[in-house]
């Protein structure tokens, strides 16, 4: 399950309903092309591949052609154009196994793991903050994520639209997050400074602004406060664990 606000791209700018029976594998197939062995499978992982090491706005017909060694109006036979193919490469990074053991016994071990691999997601593909999903195309790994997900926090006893709103509040922190990484790393490798490096600089000049008296509880806060180690994602998950939790408890109480 993945999400986003803004971007380059937005889910859904395609033929909604051939990009349908494309996820679905509902529609016509495609007469054979001139390249044995292309398959939409194969259009899928390369353009996912090129999104991965080269950024999203890498992909395009003519880069997919090149990349799989055949002509750009043999795609077409398999693929729409580049809003289907988007719809596509996000059901496809969303794939998941059949087993659901990583989730746990409970709903909140359940949610933990979820934002935690939703996390990792983002770090394995950069470019899906790049996309505007407010209005995903249902595919069939995101439906499987979504009967994993809600069959496992039933137990919470809330309303359906309330279980909805739980799944969207992690990912909306898990976005929020996965985005501050990415301007983090950007940033890095724009400036050729480390984080480290980068507060260091700043180092002498904010030491003397501190020792003026001007900010005493800043001034106050240790050395850690601000240090690498401390793991701030975990914490803010943590915490939204515990709020649901006191609702749930609540709610079951007499």
Do not use: C
């Amino acid at each position: 399950m993945t999400s986003g606000s803004g971007g380059t791209e937005t889910s859904g700018s395609g033929d909604i309903v051939r990009t349908l029976h494309l996820l679905w594998d509902t529609g016509p197939r495609p007469s054979r092309g001139p390249k044995p062995g292309l398959t939409l499978d194969r259009i899928v992982e390369a353009a996912v591949r090129i999104a991965d090491t080269e950024g999203l706005e890498a992909v395009s017909m003519r880069r997919l052609s090149t990349e799989l060694g055949t002509g750009t109006m043999s795609l077409y036979r398999y693929v729409p154009g580049k809003g289907e193919l988007l719809d596509l490469m996000l059901d496809r990074v969303q794939r998941t196994g059949d087993d659901t053991s990583a989730f746990g016994d409970n709903w909140r071990s359940a949610l933990e793991v979820l934002g935690r691999e939703s996390l990792a997601l983002y770090q394995r593909h950069p470019w899906l903050l790049q996309v505007n999903q407010s209005r995903p195309v249902l595919g069939p790994s995101a439906v499987d994520g979504m009967e994993k997900v809600i069959s496992r926090i039933k137990p919470m006893g809330l309303s359906d639209p309330e279980l909805v709103s739980v799944v969207i509040m992690i990912d909306s922190y898990v976005t929020g997050a996965a985005r501050t990484q990415l301007y983090t790393q950007e940033a890095e490798r724009r400036t050729g400074l480390t984080d480290a490096e980068f507060w260091a600089a700043q180092g002498p000049v904010l030491e003397k602004v501190m020792a003026g008296g001007r900010y005493p509880v800043m001034a106050a806060l240790s050395a850690e406060a601000f240090g690498p180690d401390f793991d701030h994602f975990g914490f803010g998950l943590q915490r939204i664990l515990d709020g649901l939790e006191a609702l749930v408890e609540r709610r079951s109480a007499p």
